[in-house]
């Protein structure tokens, strides 16, 4: 007998019993249309991702029904348990059978978006995605395919679009997505980047303008200066030695965060290790965040299995801003604004809501700090003309030996600032951007020509955005400083010519979002990363060490971007050749 004869003379009476069951199953289902429909509907009309309803609508149903259906006479030899058993399976593969049609079917609202098949149907491929740390790749390669508009997920979509930043992230624009949803237990605080509702987020971020305000800044200089010098000291101890940028940048980052945050640095700059472990809780908390945000329902139950690194990353933060209370000499600093330690506010903040927002403070500006700066090497390492051409402005501003100090002049010139612009365009360090989202029961939004439904979440890409060439021409994808500098001071590399369309479109440039929720700390990173490459380019000749042109293909994307290895050798200069 054929093969397949064979087959489907065994398999017969099995496929008989098993199509029986499901149409049995179906027929007693029929009796409760109403429970059956009603889980049908609730997940086409609201998708709902609250663990409680899709238990409910998942388990709950079958075993309501289970009642009538065990009357049919196909389950006459199963007992109780497994007549609910087989209803939970069937129902569920039912629901999921009706739930993937109506995703990919012509009547889902978002049916005339174009975009892959498996992120119409399920948020877990951007998660799995996002576990590999290539979102932000992702996103382009779909950009680049299906134009600029992709549905990234059942109710999701991703513009890649100039003219789409202010109707999404501006004044008039849209609140933030489930992406933070369940940042917080029941009745804690979520962090001021997790707060959704927009007049709740105004209120929660009044501190924060406080904490950045121009006197608040100016507070901050002394640890900066403070802890560039301990950098500068570190690296002149390794000198002729390969050293790795991105682990000496994050080790500054950590030290000047807590020095601000909690007024105590973690000192891992003195002792070129991180003992504590810092760096490890801070990126296993942000990459868990990062996965967890794309299927937010689960994380109620990753963290009542006790798997979340965020947990442990918040505990950390909870700890710091203890030992912090207890600290008699307290600083201006960041957790002083947060704390409200000058009395502005009539109702004290508890102290669970300042430790999530100290928590922030750390992670937000030490993650993002490493990134960049660790991308400014990569950009001037590999780029000869653009380094020499930095140094030449930097010994012209800073002609003695000594360490620059002055941050005023560093905020006008004019060189360094195309090459922190440049960077901050090729490298966000929020690679795939933020998500924000039409609330249900708004109507909708009109985005450029698009109009975008109700219950659905937007983002703009921003590494996607950041190389369009309508956007940055020419040389999109290249590390071209001289496209931020006046017209009259630009030099053109050779493959390019003056004749060629010149298009800078500030607007698109998003490193630190755009509107109410937009980077807080924008001024004093900018600060920052002034000030770090300036000394440290002052002091040091910085070269590549080995072929470093792969850097960038091992960044990762977990909400922020998590940098290589990048391994140079820095040696000490004979004296400034200031003029
Ligand atoms: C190069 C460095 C930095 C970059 C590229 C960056 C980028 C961003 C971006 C894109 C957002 C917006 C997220 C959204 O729209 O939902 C953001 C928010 C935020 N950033 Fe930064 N950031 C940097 C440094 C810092 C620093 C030094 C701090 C200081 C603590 C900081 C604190 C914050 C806070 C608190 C928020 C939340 C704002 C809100 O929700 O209202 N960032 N940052």
Redesign the pocket.
Known sequence: MPLMGQLSSSFAPVLGVALNLVSAVVRSYRCSTYRRKLSYWVFKRYEPNSVGTVTALLLGVPVLVSNIVAQHPIFSRCNYTHTILILIVTHNILLACFTAAYRLSPFHPLAAFPGPACAKLTKFTVAWVTSKGKQYQFYRALHDKYGDVVRIGPNELSIRHVDAVAPI?GHDGLP?GPFWDYRADAGSHPP??A?REPRE?SKR?KP?NRA?SRIALQGYEKPLLGNIERLTEALDARTNQIVDMTMWMGYFALDF?GDI?FGQPYRILESGMDAQGVRGILEDGVRSSAITGQIPWAIPILRWLRITAYDRMKQYARSSALRRLEDTERAKD?FHYLNDEQGVQSVQRPLALVASDAG??MI??SD??T??LSAMWYCLLSNDVAYKRLQQEIDVAFPTDELPTNLGTMASMQYLNACINET?RLF???LGG?QRSVLPGTGGKMIRSFFVPEGTQVLVP?YSLHRDPRCFSPLPDAFWPDRWLPEGDRAYPPSISQNDPFVLNAAAL????HG???????S??LM??RAVVCSLVHTFDVMPSGDIGSWEEHIEDYFTAKCGPLMAVLSRRKEVQGT
């Open positions: 992230l933030k001021l980047v707060v987020h971020r924060w950045f965060m945050v960041i922030l403070a937000a500006g993002t700090t990134a960049t901050l966000p360090a929020l933020a921003a998003i490193t630190f979002s109410p929720a937009s980077c807080v700390g924008k004093l990173a920052v990363l």
